[in-house]
Each structure stands twice: as C-alpha cells, then as structure tokens.
C-alpha cells in the first residue's frame, strides 16, 4: 500500500513563508504523479489550490505557489496571511491501477 | 456554474444499506470522471474511487475495493456510491469531485459539498 507523507504541523508568522512537503513511498515524486494541493479550513470542503505540480486554479491566490523539491512536491506559502490557517492536503497519481492518494495532511498555524 | 449537489445527511444502523447521490449540473456529464472521497471525524481524507459516466469504467482504491459501488445515471447527471451493509466505521463525511484532465494536465477541481454519513 503506498504512502504519501506530510509533515503533520507547521507554524508560521503573519507575513512569513512556509513550505510544505508531500513525499512517496515508493521513492522520488515527479510531474507524472500529477500533484495537487487542497487547502480545508475548519468545517469546509477542501479547496483545490494547486494541480499537475504548479498550475494555479483561476481562484488560486498568488501567494500560493507549487513545485518539485528534493524529490517531492512543495507548496510555498509567500506572504501568509491569518486566513491561510488551514489543513493541507497533497494528492499523488499512482496510475490506473491503484489510483490516487492522499497525503496525511499538514496543519498550518498562524501565530 | 459548474456545480455538484450531494444529497442530504443520512443516519443509519450498522448492517442497513444506503446510496448517496452527486448531481452535476452546468457542464457535460458525460465528459467527465467524477471522484469520491472520504473524510472520517478528524481526520484526513481518504481517495476511494472514481467513475466515467459515459461507460461506467470504474476505478477503486485497494483501501475500498469490494467495500462500495460506485454508479452514474446519465438521464439525471447523477453519480451515486453506496453500501450494501454499513458498519460503524463508514460514519464520515463523503466528497464527489470533478476529474479535470487532458495532456499533461490532472486535476480535481470543483467539489460537491459533501454528505455526512452516520452509522450508530
């Protein structure tokens, strides 16, 4: 069963930058894993962000921004602001025969 | 507007059968896969599956293969997942999503607005 992993929490300050991770078990994410970024604020439905790696959704704000790094997919994060305290969701396509699979989730704080 | 309309909340007793709906309208049904996702209390979500209206051709996670259907009907625009015997752990909110795909290009992209799922 493959595992996709993020890190569970992140604290960041009003105005700051922050990178989030999203990392595969079965070894180095690329552009063909098609990355996603979904942000869920306290009782909502997630929001996609970021798709296919870096491509911003029309209603993406430009602070959000995505990329491969160091062998997994990254949301930065430029610019936060206290709205932005939120779950984060990566998703990873593993190909027609196992689909596609959802990080953990990280927790960002905005302290 | 491209919208997806889940039914309503449901409560159920362990071992009853449901089927939960996802309506599309303002695009064409049938050019789309529509994707299903669980979110237990607290936790994270959870990729179940997904389903191509024009054929049915359908995908499972191994998590939930043999565990739920997945099912259109494209005279209503309407993807629907069900159980045949619910146990206490599928009480959860469940997402359908839009499959958004070409050339080099994957994406989820517009979200109904989930259905609470109560098994007690």
């Known amino acids: 069963q493959t595992v996709v992993t993020q890190e569970p929490s992140l604290t960041v300050s009003p105005g700051g930058k922050v990178t989030l991770t999203c990392a595969s078990s079965t070894g180095v994410v690329t552009s063909g894993d098609h990355p996603s970024w979904f942000q869920q604020r306290p009782g909502q439905t997630p929001r996609p962000l970021i798709y296919s790696t870096d491509n911003k959704h029309s209603w993406t704000p430009a602070r959000f921004s995505g990329s491969l790094l160091g062998g997994k997919a990254a949301l930065t994060l430029s610019g936060v602001q206290p709205e932005d305290e939120a779950d984060y969701y990566c998703l990873l396509y593993f190909g027609a025969a196992q689909g596609w699979v959802f990080g953990g989730g990280t927790k960002v704080t905005v302290l | 507007e491209v919208q997806l309309v889940q039914s309503g909340a449901e409560v159920k007793k362990p071992g009853e059968s449901l089927k939960i709906s996802c309506q599309i309208s303002?695009?064409?049904?049938?050019?789309?896969?529509i994707g299903w996702v669980r979110q237990m209390p607290g936790k994270g979500l959870d990729w179940m599956g997904i389903i191509y209206p024009v054929d049915s051709d359908t995908r499972y996670s191994p998590s939930f293969q043999g565990q739920v259907t997945l099912s259109v009907d494209k005279s209503i625009n309407t993807a629907y997942l069900q159980w045949r015997s619910l146990k206490a752990s599928d009480t959860a909110i469940y997402y359908c999503?839009?499959?958004?795909?070409?050339?080099?290009?994957?994406?989820?992209?517009?979200w109904g607005q989930g259905t609470m799922v109560t098994v007690s």
């Open positions: 999503a839009r499959r958004w795909s070409g050339y080099g290009y994957d994406a989820f992209d517009i």
């Open positions: 303002g695009y064409s049904f049938s050019s789309y896969w």
